[in-house]
């Protein structure tokens, strides 16, 4: 599972004109499936952001989390996190879980997050969204839980 968490100090995301999630402090975390991604990713995924130090303490340092803050998190789907961008000038989404199984885990990281973080907004699996953001600092960090290697 991958998150690309950015620091916010407001987020919003739109389809069809409306908007369907906005948030004001918080993190904007773009969510991703591989293939071979499982709920133990995706939970794995959730405690990292949620305990990922990201927001400024009275001292300026980096030693708060989106808990710690009581700021929003807004999720968004998005399998072109996966890309491999490797060669040519074109990616492929080879990597990425297949739909039903990234639809799954995203709904799954939702229902989670919605359980254990106070203000969880989203976008929509598999619409053409669009997402607006004022990154705060800027701050922006990869997250990636990487499934169990297997031994042969």
Same mark, same amino acid.
């Given at each position: 599972?991958?998150?690309?968490?950015?620091?916010?100090?407001?987020?919003?995301?739109?389809?069809?004109?409306?908007?369907?999630?906005?948030?004001?402090?918080? /993190?904007?975390?773009?969510?991703? $499936?591989?293939?071979?991604?499982?709920?133990?990713?995706?939970?794995?995924?959730? $405690?990292?952001?949620?305990?990922?130090?990201?927001?400024?303490?009275?001292?300026?340092?980096?030693?708060?989390?989106?808990?710690?803050?009581?700021?929003? /998190?807004?999720?968004?789907?998005?399998?072109? /996190? $996966?890309?491999?961008?490797?060669?040519?000038?074109?990616?492929?989404?080879?990597?990425?879980?297949?739909?039903?199984?990234?639809?799954?885990? !995203?709904?799954? !990281?939702?229902?989670?997050?919605?359980?254990?973080?106070?203000?969880?907004?989203?976008?929509?699996?598999?619409?053409?969204?669009?997402?607006?953001?004022?990154?705060?600092?800027?701050?922006?960090?990869?997250?990636?839980?990487?499934?169990?290697?297997?031994?042969?």
């Amino acid at each position: 599972m991958i998150g690309l968490l950015q620091r916010v100090t407001q987020a919003s995301v739109v389809v069809d004109g409306e908007t369907i999630g906005a948030i004001g402090r918080g /993190l904007m975390v773009l969510v991703c $499936a591989e293939k071979g991604d499982t709920e133990r990713e995706a939970d794995a995924l959730l $405690a990292k952001l949620l305990g990922y130090r990201v927001f400024s303490d009275e001292a300026g340092k980096m030693n708060r989390s989106v808990a710690d803050v009581e700021g929003g /998190l807004l999720l968004v789907p998005q399998f072109t /996190l $996966a890309a491999d961008t490797r060669s040519g000038t074109r990616p492929s989404f080879s990597p990425a879980a297949a739909p039903d199984d990234g639809r799954r885990l !995203f709904e799954r !990281f939702v229902r989670q997050a919605r359980e254990r973080h106070g203000k969880v907004e989203t976008g929509r699996f598999g619409a053409d969204m669009q997402v607006s953001l004022t990154n705060d600092g800027p701050v922006t960090f990869w997250l990636r839980i990487d499934p169990p290697k297997v031994l042969s």
